[in-house]
């Protein structure tokens, strides 16, 4: 704070009353005074009290005003003059310790809030495919570098679409096998994606090579089974199709996903939608997890799809003549997939949504 008390005070008169003269000589001592205590207010709020104590209405400048009414009649202007020169003096005593304050504050403001641009920002965790989604995409992409399209279908479906017209007659004990959920004025939730054939074929014309993936649902609940699971349909109709063409395409599309030593089996079975039908099995490692190589001694079958030759009574609802035309269905377990892939041993962790198991992936 600069040293402002060196300015003269304004001269008493000489024939000043003694009055006047004591009143000047307190002046003289105001000054130091109030700018010792400016100067002693470390912030605002003390500068502020001084203040009060200085220039306020009871404060002491107020004080010596008071002293006035003791002075005779004509030094009352003098004094008045005097007593303004040293207020002003104060009040811009008082201003200029303001300023250094106000300095002072603001740089440790700008210290207490300085950023430093060179630190790492706050990483936002990114999130990732689902290891279903993750899965789905590859078997597609798998299947349609062999030439297959895509295809939508719905999850509630008629009856007639996901039974009869696959060849599921209402009183057939075929319907047993896939128990069904059944919603109002014959629909149900689609218990297969074997549906999205049927409605491929009555509205397109063969040739045709497809694949439709989506959610499925059934009464079912244990380590390899779903209430909810995700299945891709895949058909192929065209001239002379044969059971070789399917195992082909079958063969391919295991030796793409796990390897060429992966363990396969094709076994006979029945689905009243196509003729001959089998099942495919891959070989597994419950205690590892994931695809065995043929000859690993602790080796378990999971059946991965459902296949065989689309029926003739299934082409012939949807108006393919089945003496011109043949083709071969099959229906895969994308879970099933997804868990021999990534090693999970059991279905269910793929739809509780539990990050400590998603984040694996
Ligand atoms: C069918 O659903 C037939 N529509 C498949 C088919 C299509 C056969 C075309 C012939 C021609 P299946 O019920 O077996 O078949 O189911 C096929 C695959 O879905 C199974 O091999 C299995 O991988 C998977 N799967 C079946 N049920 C469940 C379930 N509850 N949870 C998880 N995956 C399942």
Redesign the pocket.
Known sequence: MADTTQTESPAAPTDASPGLQALMADFKKLTPLAQADFASADDMKALDEARIEWLGKKGKLADMNRRFKELPQQEIPIAGKILNQHKAQIIRLEKERREELEAKELEQRLVAEAIDVTMPGAAVPLGHMHPLLQTRRQVEGIFRNMGFRIVEGPEIESEWVNFDALNIASDHPARD??DTFFTDRGRVLR????GN?IRTMMTGKPPMAVISTGR?Y?C?SDP????M?M?M?G?LVDRNVSMAHLKGVLMEFVHALYGPDTAVQFRPSF?P??EP?A?VDIGWNREKGGAAKVGDPDMQWM??????MIHPNVLKNCGIDPEEWTGF?????I??IAMLKYGIKD?RLLYENDLRFLTQF
Do not use: N, W, Y
Request: glycine share 10%.
């Open positions: 096998m896939q218990t297969h994606t074997s054939q499925v059934r079912d390899t089974h779903s209430p699971f299945q349909e058909f689905f939608f196509t039908s099942e059946e991965i799809l459902g296949c065989g269905a099959f229906g895969l377990g879970d099933r279905i």
